[in-house]
Structure formats: C-alpha cells, structure tokens
C-alpha cells in the first residue's frame, strides 16, 4: 500500500517570506500523481498543486511551486511571499495512475505570521 | 454551482445510535468517496463508489455502510455509533480517469459520538 508521510506537524512563517513544506512517499508504481491540497479554517478542501509523476518539469501556480524528486520519492511545496491567507493545514496526497484511491498524509499546519 | 454538498454539517450522537450522512453533488460525476479526517491521520478512505448501484470498501470501512442508489448521491450511514466514530467527515467526487486531476470536496460533517 502507498503511504505518504508529512514529516513537519507545524511550521511557521513570516507574512512575504518563503517556506516550504516536505512530503515522502512510498511506492512501487511508476506512473502516479501526487498533490497538494490546503485546508483552511472553513474546513474546506481546496487543491493547490497537482504533479503527474511521467513529468519531470516541476509545477507551478502562481505563488505554489513544487519541487518533485522522483528517485527519491519527494514533493515539496514552497510558497513564496507567504501572505496571511495562506494560513492553513496543507495535505500532501498520492494516487497511482488508473486509480481513485487518494492516500493522504498527516497534515503540516502552516501559520503566516504578521 | 454547488459542486458537493453534505448534510448535515454538525452532528451530535449518543453511542448506539444511528444516522446517515447525504452526499449530494451536481457535476454529472461518476465516481464518489467518503473519507473521514482525524488529528494527526490525514484523511483516509472509508467506501466509494464507481457508479450508480456500486459500491466498495476503502482503507477503513468498518463500522459504516454507503449505499449509491442514484448517481448524484452518496449516502454514508452509521448503525451503531460508537466515539472510535467522532471524526470529520468528507465526501468528494471525480470523473471516471480524471482523478489525477483531484476531487471536488464538500465541505464536511463534523459529528461526534458521546
């Protein structure tokens, strides 16, 4: 079974700084995704970053970066200029190819700080 | 455009009881999922559904049954509550093959078992 692991329970940053966030995982699949998902104090699921493992070009939205490491089994996520409403847990997730079984990990709450 | 939507969003239970949990969404998705969230677990799997009519067990089925009897809705359902259940609960849903694209997320049902 795949499982992924979110090494940091909590971290913190100031408001315009850069942080990033680490996530492992374990499997034996070649082609897979990996995500990013945010969830603030509304409960709210709300996906940040998605990486196709078959692509090495690492993802990229706005302010969200990932860097995927794929022979080490790694995907963090840096945000840069960190604002106030990035305030949030944030769940790294896997799934292989083909299937819809989305593993989760434990979580790391990010707190920007003014 | 409401996307998912579950009911209720807040539940209180006495151990022994029973309830049901509705998932309902509006995107013509095929595939759904219920996935409960507990401190320092991440979210885990506890049925889906890949149509109308089917279901089958996740990472933590036990203690729960689902049943699809229409397309747009999921319905989650706990025969004898017990506070191992106390959890926060999510529903999400997905096009058959476009789950490397993430789920859509309700917005959850806090219940807790007393």
């Known amino acids: 079974a795949q499982t992924v692991t979110q090494s940091q329970p909590e971290m913190s940053v100031q408001e315009a700084e850069t942080v990033t966030l680490s996530c492992t995982y374990d499997t034996s699949e070649s082609n897979y995704y990996l995500f990013w998902y945010k969830q603030p104090p509304s409960r709210q699921m709300i996906l940040v970053i998605r990486q196709e493992a078959y692509k090495q070009q690492n993802a990229t939205e706005n302010r969200f970066s990932v860097n995927f490491q794929k022979a080490a089994k790694s995907f963090s996520l840096k945000i840069s200029d960190s604002q106030l409403g990035d305030t949030a847990m944030y769940f790294c997730?896997?799934?292989?190819?083909?299937?819809?079984?989305?593993?989760f990990g434990a979580g790391t709450r990010l707190t920007v700080k003014p | 455009n409401a996307g998912v939507t579950q009911t209720p969003k807040f539940r209180v239970l006495k151990t022994g009881q029973s309830m049901t949990l509705l998932c309902a969404q509006d995107?013509?998705?095929?595939?759904m999922y219920w996935y409960r969230q507990d401190p320092g677990m991440g979210l885990r799997l506890i049925h889906y559904?890949?149509?109308?009519?089917?279901?089958a067990k996740g990472e933590v089925p036990d203690g729960y049954n689902v049943s699809r009897l229409k397309k747009q809705n999921f319905l989650l359902g706990l025969e004898s509550a017990a506070p191992s259940q106390t959890s926060v609960y999510f529903c999400?849903?997905?096009?058959?093959?476009?789950?490397?694209?993430?789920?859509?997320f309700g917005s959850g049902t806090r219940l807790t078992v007393v």
């Open positions: 995107m013509n998705h095929e595939y």
């Open positions: 999400a849903s997905s096009y058959p093959g476009q789950g490397g694209y993430g789920y859509t």
């Open positions: 559904s890949v149509g109308e009519g089917t279901t």
């Open positions: 997730a896997f799934m292989k190819w083909g299937n819809n079984d989305m593993r």
